[in-house]
Each structure stands twice: as structure tokens, then as C-alpha cells.
């Protein structure tokens, strides 16, 4: 059964760092773009970054672009969002979703529509 698992996530204060992690289970990465998303409270979830398959190819929102990085680990099944300089409006409950790319490995999007498995995410908190 394929399962993600997004952990990291906690209190941190303004301007700290926190790094999230996606473990698969159940299943490898190689051949899965991954994403992650964010909801704050009241408000839509939104795409925050991906990755593709091979790992060549990220994208990010632009509300944490040169802050946060995405990087992956095939080896060790897991997905990773470093996020540095972290501010109040970070806060949200992050997810990590998959979808299965395997012809596409050059190709990810910051959609949820496109994603078709879901962690159930990590609480990450940004205050003084």
C-alpha cells in the first residue's frame, strides 16, 4: 500500500529554519514527482514546491522562492523541503503529495489535480 509520511515540522520563531521530510512506503520514488503543499487556516491549500522524477527539474511559489529548497533523496525514499528565513505567513499544515511519472521524468507541477497520493501532514508553526 503506498503511503507517505511528512515529518519535521514543529515551532519555530521568525527568521529560523526547519527541514520537512517525505518518506514513501509501500512503494519507490524513482519514477514519482513530488510535491508539496500548504494550508493555512481558512484558506485554500496552495502549492508550494515540486519536484520531478529525476530530480532536474523544481519549481516554487513565488512567496518562497530563495528561501525554501527541494531536494530528494531516491535512495533513502524521501523527499525533502529545507525552508529557511521562515515568517508568520509560513504558517500552515504541509503535505507532501505523488504522482506517478515514470514517462514524464523531466516534468512536475505545482497542481493539486495533478497529484494523486497524499501524506497526511505536518504542523509547521512560524512564531515569537
Known amino acids: 500500500q503506498l503511503q507517505l509520511v511528512e515529518s519535521g515540522g514543529g515551532l519555530v520563531q521568525p527568521g529560523g529554519s526547519l527541514r520537512l521530510s517525505c518518506a514513501a512506503s509501500?512503494?519507490?520514488?524513482?519514477?514519482?514527482?513530488i510535491g508539496w503543499f500548504r494550508q493555512a487556516p481558512g484558506k485554500a491549500r496552495e502549492g508550494v514546491s515540486c519536484i520531478s522524477s529525476s530530480g532536474g527539474n523544481t519549481d516554487y511559489a513565488d512567496s518562497v522562492k530563495g528561501r525554501f529548497t527541494i531536494s530528494r533523496d531516491n535512495a533513502k525514499n524521501t523527499v525533502y523541503l529545507q525552508m529557511n528565513s521562515l515568517k508568520a505567513e509560513d504558517t500552515a499544515v504541509y503535505y507532501c503529495?505523488?504522482?506517478?511519472?515514470?514517462?514524464?521524468?523531466?516534468?512536475?507541477?505545482?497542481?493539486?489535480?495533478?497529484?494523486?497520493?497524499w501524506g497526511q501532514g505536518t504542523q509547521v508553526t512560524v512564531s515569537s
Open positions: 503529495a505523488a504522482k506517478s511519472a515514470p514517462l514524464l521524468f523531466r516534468v512536475c507541477v505545482l497542481r493539486e489535480k495533478w497529484y494523486d497520493d
Open positions: 509501500g512503494f519507490t520514488l524513482d519514477y514519482y514527482a
